[in-house]
C-alpha cells in the first residue's frame, strides 16, 4: 500500500504520516519525487488504518499495490531512481558503460585493460575474482588478490569497479574493494546472499535469471531494497530459449517492459546475452535504442587465450573504442547523454 501526499506536504506532516504507520508496527518508506512524495507501508495494513491515513492532513490518496514487490515498484517510486558514485551517476538520463575481461587474471592484465576502458570512454571497470563456473575443474578466479589488483588499476585510471559476489561470506571483502557488487544468474535467487547486500552499504547489479520471469526478477530486487540498500540495477544478460546459435537470447522487450514496472536502472549485457563478438556491437547499439541505462560489455587485449574461455563474446579493444564512438552519436538521438574520452587510435590497438 502507498499514501500518495499533495505536493505542498510539509516535512513535518511526512513525519507524522510515518509515525502513524510505525505504531501498528509497520515499514514506512519515504520516497519524494519531483512532483509529489509516497510514502509505501511494508507489512499486512489493517483497514482502519488506511482509512485514518486517507483522512491525515496533505495526503491526497490511499492507493493498495497489488504487486509482489513494493520497494522496487513505480507505483511507489514513481520518478526514475539515479544512483550516485562518485560523481558517475547511473540513471536518469545518463549512459553508463562497464568494461573490462570477464576474469582478472594478472596485476599487468587488468592495468592494461582498464587503460583502455578509460581512454575508450567507459566509466566502469568490470572483472571478476570469484567465478562460478559450469564445471568444477574450470578456472575459478584468482580470489582477493584479484580483488586488490582490480581496486589498484580503477584507482589509477579512474575508473569506478564492479566484481561478481557469489556467497554472503563474501559480500563484505568484496564492498571493501570493489564501488558495485554484482550478482550472476546463478544467485539471483540466492536469498541468504541478496539479504545480506541489503545490508552491505553499495550499489548492487543484479542479473536476471536465465529462466526468470520479469516478475520473479523484481522480486529479487525486493530483497535488497527490503534490506536498506535502495541503489540497485537490473541486468538483462540473455535467457535460456531453444535456440542453440547463441549463448543466450537477449531480450531487448524486458528493458523498457522492467522500466514501465520498475524505477531502478536497467543495464544490458549483450556478452552473455549473445555469447558471440560479432553479435555484442549490434545488441549494444539495439539495447541503448530501447533505452538501456547501461551496457556491462567484456573486451580483453588476448581474448582468444582468455583463462575462462569466455574470449568468443569478448571485443579487442580496437571494437570496444569503436563502439564507445558509436554510442556517443548514438545517445542523444534516444535522451540519452554519453560522451567518450579524446584517446589516439594507436592506444587501442589489437595485440
Not at 596485476?107 to 583502455?116: F, N, P, S, T, Y
Not at 558509436?326 to 587501442?348: C, H, I, M, N, Y
Amino acid at each position: 500500500m502507498i499514501v500518495i501526499t499533495s505536493n505542498q506536504i510539509s516535512e513535518e506532516q511526512v513525519q507524522h504520516i510515518v509515525s502513524e504507520i510505525e505504531k501498528e508496527g509497520l515499514q514506512a518508506h519515504v520516497s519524494k519525487g519531483a512532483d509529489r512524495t509516497v510514502i509505501g507501508l511494508i507489512g499486512s495494513v489493517n483497514p482502519k488504518l488506511a482509512e485514518h491515513l486517507r483522512q491525515m492532513k496533505g495526503v491526497e490518496n490511499v492507493v493498495k499495490i497489488s504487486k509482489s514487490y513494493k520497494l522496487a515498484s513505480r507505483d511507489f517510486h514513481p520518478d526514475d531512481t539515479v544512483i550516485d558514485i562518485k560523481g558517475t551517476k547511473i540513471g536518469g538520463g545518463n549512459l553508463v558503460v562497464m568494461g573490462g575481461p570477464c576474469a582478472v587474471e594478472s596485476a599487468q592484465q587488468i592495468d592494461e585493460i582498464a587503460q583502455l576502458v578509460k581512454a575508450a570512454g567507459g566509466q566502469v571497470l568490470r572483472g571478476g575474482a570469484f567465478k562460478p563456473r559450469t564445471g568444477p575443474y574450470s578456472f575459478q578466479g584468482v580470489g582477493v588478490e584479484g580483488l586488490i589488483m582490480m581496486a589498484e588499476a580503477g584507482q589509477k585510471h579512474g575508473l569506478l569497479t564492479i566484481t561478481e559476489v557469489m556467497t554472503p561470506e563474501y559480500v563484505d571483502i568484496c564492498a571493501e574493494y570493489a564501488d558495485i557488487l554484482q550478482v550472476g544468474t546463478r544467485n539471483m535467487q540466492n536469498f541468504d546472499l541478496l539479504r545480506k547486500l541489503g545490508t552491505c552499504g553499495k550499489p548492487v547489479l543484479l542479473k536476471r535469471g536465465f529462466s526468470s520471469t520479469y516478475d520473479e526478477f523484481l522480486n529479487a530486487a525486493e530483497y535488497i531494497l527490503a534490506g536498506g540498500n535502495p541503489n540497485v540495477m537490473l541486468c538483462e544478460r540473455g535467457i535460456r530459449t531453444f535456440e542453440t546459435y547463441t549463448r543466450n537470447t537477449l531480450d531487448l522487450s524486458a528493458i523498457p517492459v522492467l522500466q514501465g514496472l520498475s524505477h531502478l536502472p536497467v543495464i544490458s549485457d549483450p556478452s552473455h546475452g549473445t555469447g558471440r563478438r560479432e553479435l555484442v556491437e549490434p545488441m549494444s547499439k539495439a539495447s541503448v535504442a530501447a533505452g538501456a541505462d547501461g551496457l556491462i560489455i567484456e573486451m580483453h587485449t588476448d581474448p582468444d587465450n582468455s583463462m575462462t574461455g569466455d574470449g568468443v563474446q569478448s571485443l579487442f579493444p580496437d571494437q570496444f573504442a569503436a563502439l564507445l564512438k558509436d554510442l556517443e552519436q548514438l545517445a542523444p538521438l534516444v535522451g540519452k547523454s554519453f560522451a567518450t574520452a579524446k584517446a589516439p587510435a594507436s592506444e587501442f590497438a589489437r595485440v
